[in-house]
C-alpha cells in the first residue's frame, strides 16, 4: 500500500506565495511506491467540485490546470517520492483544500488516481 502524506498548507494573504510538499511511502522496496509514474494535485473549494491543479510524470512532464497557469509550479524528487507544488500571486479562489494524488499509469484523471493523502487547507486571505 502507499500513503501520501502533505505539508505545508497554512494562511497567507493574497498576493503572497506558498509551498506544498507530499511525499509517498510504503513497504521498504514496495513495488507500488517504485511503479509511482504520475504525481500531482486536486483542490477542492466549499461547494465546487475538485479540480485538477497540477500534475508531473516521473519524467518531468508537467500538466496545469488554467487557473494556476503561470502562478504555481510543479516539481518533483523521484529519489525521495516527493511531489511539491510552489503557489505564487495567490488569489482568494485559491482557497481550497488540496491533496496530493498519484498513480501508476500516465492519466491525471481522478478516476485513474488510486492513491490520495488527507488534504491540506490553503486558505488565501484578502
Known amino acids: 500500500q502507499v500513503q501520501l502524506v502533505e505539508s505545508g498548507g497554512g494562511l497567507v494573504q493574497a498576493g503572497g506565495s506558498l509551498r506544498l510538499s507530499c511525499a509517498a511511502s510504503?513497504?521498504?522496496?514496495?513495488?507500488?511506491?517504485?511503479?509511482?509514474?504520475?504525481m500531482g494535485w486536486y483542490r477542492q473549494a466549499p461547494g465546487k467540485q475538485p479540480e485538477l491543479v497540477a500534475g508531473?510524470?516521473?519524467?518531468?512532464?508537467?500538466n496545469y490546470g488554467d487557473s494556476v497557469k503561470g502562478r504555481f509550479t510543479i516539481s518533483r524528487d523521484n529519489a525521495k517520492n516527493t511531489v511539491y507544488l510552489q503557489m505564487s500571486s495567490l488569489k482568494r479562489e485559491d482557497t481550497a483544500v488540496y491533496y496530493c494524488?498519484?498513480?501508476?499509469?500516465?492519466?491525471?484523471?481522478?478516476?485513474?488516481?488510486?492513491?490520495w493523502g488527507q488534504g491540506t487547507q490553503v486558505t488565501v486571505s484578502s
Open positions: 494524488t498519484a498513480g501508476n499509469g500516465v492519466s491525471l484523471s481522478s478516476s485513474y488516481l488510486p492513491y
Open positions: 508531473i510524470t516521473r519524467g518531468g512532464i508537467t
Open positions: 510504503g513497504s521498504i522496496g514496495s513495488i507500488n511506491v517504485m511503479s509511482i509514474y504520475v
